[in-house]
């Protein structure tokens, strides 16, 4: 089964609905950049974050560096942005709250 990426109606709402969320340039995916206050909690963050892509059955593409996480989501299989990708950012954001 093939996943479809965004429709222009989701794209166009990506800025309202994911708004700490921006396009990668030259890329079509959604980044995000996390700050915390020692490594110890950015990898705890990052642990929840697993097992959240886990549940969801999908995987960003990460980064950290001491207190840094950078996070980009991206559907290889659609070769693009998918719903796969705005659902985990969803489920990301909620762990920020």
Do not use: C, Q, Y
């Not at 990668?24 to 915390?36: H, K, L, Q, Y």
């Not at 705890?44 to 980064?63: N, Q």
């Amino acid at each position: 089964m093939a996943i479809a990426r965004v429709t222009e109606a989701e794209r166009a709402g990506l800025a309202a609905d994911h708004p700490a969320w921006r396009m990668v340039e030259g890329r079509d995916a959604i980044a995000r950049s996390f700050r915390f206050k020692d490594f110890s909690e950015a990898w705890g963050f990052m642990s929840r974050v697993a097992l959240l892509a886990e549940a969801h059955d999908h995987h960003p593409e990460w980064s950290n560096v001491w207190n840094r996480v950078e996070i980009v989501l991206t559907t290889h299989d659609a070769g693009g942005l998918s719903a796969r990708d705005l659902r985990l950012a969803a489920a990301i954001d909620a762990l920020m709250t």
